[in-house]
């Protein structure tokens, strides 16, 4: 509240100087979010391309490996799956967007070749080879989907945290000082109102004062000199 400050040049001057911080802070969060806002829309259209993708590749695989199921049996699936030795390895980075880190996800040992995958081209056919293929895709996309979805995630969160500091400044701390700098100027403007006032009143208390020693000096000269010129007639 405004009347709780008391109305001093100094605290008029350190008022003024968090103003100024203030909008320069409110200047900056502004720019900042911004281009958060600029770096959003960039991911959130990634994110709509990836979410396809992981789509197209999720139904792809279900019709591949339904087909290998249909002509191979489950038990052929099955054992192929099984004779897989090395599996993927997920390694996770980080990189900064705008002061915002998010997740940079590496993959390894996703894709692989006939030989890698364990059970030997006596023990595969096309459709089931086709199968593998379809669902290595797809966890490519789902690595993939992961890290944007997650970016993105992390970019509302900081979009909304840059938000509210912006509304708090300019909807409550930059009114309040500015209410707090508009009472002081205008109470030290009273005061020096009421000094100037008190500082006439003692200037012309000082002038009347002279005036009448001006006059009792004049009434006293002028007695005296009639004194003098009544002691000069009995002479």
Known sequence: ???DVKPTRKNLMEIEDRIDLSERGHDTLEQKRDGLIMEFMDILDQAQDVREQLEADYD???EKINKARA???DVAVRGAAAAL???PEITTQSKNI???VVPQIESSKVKKNLDERGYGLLGSSARID???DAYEELIESI????EVETAMKKMLEEIETTKRRVNALEFKLLPELNENKEYIEQKLEEQEREEIFRLKKIKAKKEEEEKEEEREAA???EAEALEAGVAESDD
């Open 60 to 62: 792809t695989a279900q």
């Open 130 to 132: 086709e199968a593998a």
């Open 71 to 73: 002509m191979e049996g």
């Open 98 to 100: 705008m002061g915002v």
């Open 219 to 221: 009434a006293k000269a």
């Open 1 to 3: 509240m405004a009347n």
């Open 143 to 146: 690595i993939l989907a992961a």
């Open 85 to 87: 030795k090395e599996h």
